[in-house]
């Protein structure tokens, strides 16, 4: 089993930026894969950004390539999103997922991880 903890989340104003966190424990060397999602109310969680825990390979949806930065320290378990020039439309309850079976590639639908955290929630401001 892999437990995840997020943290990080807040209200900000368009244009800042916010680090979202998520600390990995329990058996974390089965760990291949770790993304992050956002789900907005009324609408599907949705894949933001992935990493593969080995290599550091990092994959970004679209919208927030430039914007986004995911990273990982392998010391301390810790997959981090560095979010910058936030949108209102960035609003969202963010996961972090961890996949647990092996995978030479990062995922992009919620169905390819096994494990999630409880979501933070991040509310950008116009």
């Known amino acids: 089993q892999v437990q995840l903890v997020e943290s990080g989340g807040g209200l900000v104003q368009a244009g800042g930026s916010l680090r979202l966190s998520c600390a990995a424990s329990?058996?974390?060397?089965?760990?291949?894969?770790m993304g992050w999602f956002c789900q907005a109310p009324g609408k599907e969680r949705e894949f933001v950004a992935g990493i593969s825990w080995y290599s550091g390979n990092t994959y970004y949806v679209d919208s927030v390539k430039g914007r986004f930065t995911i990273s990982r320290d392998n010391a301390k378990n810790t997959v981090y999103l560095q979010m910058n020039s936030l949108k209102p439309e960035d609003t969202a309850v963010y996961y972090c997922?961890?996949?647990?079976?092996?995978?030479?590639?990062?995922?992009?639908?919620?169905?390819?991880?096994?494990?999630w955290g409880q979501g933070t929630q991040v509310t950008v401001s116009s």
């Open positions: 329990g058996r974390t060397l089965s760990i291949y894969v």
């Open positions: 997922a961890a996949r647990s079976r092996y995978t030479a590639y990062v995922g992009r639908s919620p169905d390819e991880y096994d494990y």
